[in-house]
């Protein structure tokens, strides 16, 4: 009997099975390889929702807007209406069931007040960012936070208060700041010529907006941020003080700065929206 063995060709389809095998082994063995399979995927950065308050537009978040957008980050600033309370936070709301996945909400002066309704019941808002801006309880109205404290300055002898027309038919009042007063109020940190242009370009806000109650409030529930101007005329620094205490928000004081800080320090309004944002 002969002891010579036969080698039997491996069949065709065996042999690239058995290469394929091999190939992948030694293609997960580089580091390169190894590394990428270790990395968890990137997460998605939450979409960061600016809303302005009376007196002003979206353009007033424009140099956050561009520190943001810097970082990578989707970023809407929408049109707030300023026809009152209810009826804004019915607009914003429907923005925010446009936007899917995490969304940082952040408001400036009475933006506070429509955040803080809009975001109630929505699950994608993972934080709650107020930039000198009202936080308010249930039933609270904007005249009514007033008499928090001392420091506010707006009221009838500082403002313009016009007539509008409404869409049923009749009219209502609107109100703009004085121009004269508008940058010892709004923005005295900024400079004169420019705080003269942001005067001239106010959009008027309802007046039905500071005894319009509000609803339940978002920050119940959701982790909130503020942001406290040293030297806010608007709404009062003090006043400030006592809400972002009561909403238990982690919160950050500008000293010697206006209402308006978003545009006078922009790295510092845009640096505590991103902290809230890592947190989202």
Request: net charge negative; hydrophobic share 45%.
């Amino acid at each position: 009997m002969s002891n010579v063995s036969i080698i039997r060709p491996v069949p065709k389809k065996r042999l690239q099975i058995a290469l394929a095998i091999a190939m992948a082994a030694m293609l997960a063995s580089l580091p390169g390889v190894a590394a990428a399979r270790a990395a968890k995927p990137a997460s998605v950065k939450p979409t960061i929702v600016l809303v302005h308050g009376a007196f002003a537009d979206a353009s007033s978040w424009a140099p956050v807007i561009s520190r943001l957008q810097a970082q990578g980050y989707p970023v809407i600033a929408p049109a707030n209406p300023l026809r009152g309370v209810a009826y804004d936070a019915s607009y914003l709301g429907d923005v925010l069931k446009t936007i899917s996945g995490p969304i940082v909400l952040v408001g400036h002066s009475y933006g506070g007040f429509v955040i803080t309704n809009a975001a109630t019941g929505n699950p994608n808002v993972k934080a709650l960012v107020y930039i000198a801006a009202y936080a308010p309880e249930e039933g609270e109205t904007i005249a009514g936070i007033e008499q928090l404290a001392p420091g506010g300055m707006i009221g009838p002898e500082t403002l313009d208060i016009e007539n509008y027309p409404l869409p049923g038919g009749g009219e209502a009042p609107e109100a703009t700041i004085k121009p004269a007063l508008f940058h010892q109020i709004f923005d005295a940190d900024l400079p004169l010529p420019e705080s003269n242009e942001l005067a001239a370009a106010q959009r008027p806000a309802a007046l039905s907006t500071l005894e319009e109650p509000s609803g339940p409030p978002a920050w119940k529930t959701i982790p909130s941020w503020y942001l406290i101007p040293g030297e806010d005329h608007a709404i009062g620094t003090a006043v400030e003080r006592i809400m972002a205490k009561r909403i238990h928000a982690k919160t950050v004081e500008v000293k010697s700065a206006s209402h308006l800080v978003m545009l006078s320090h922009p790295g510092a309004a845009t640096k505590l929206i991103l902290e809230a944002a890592a947190h989202a």
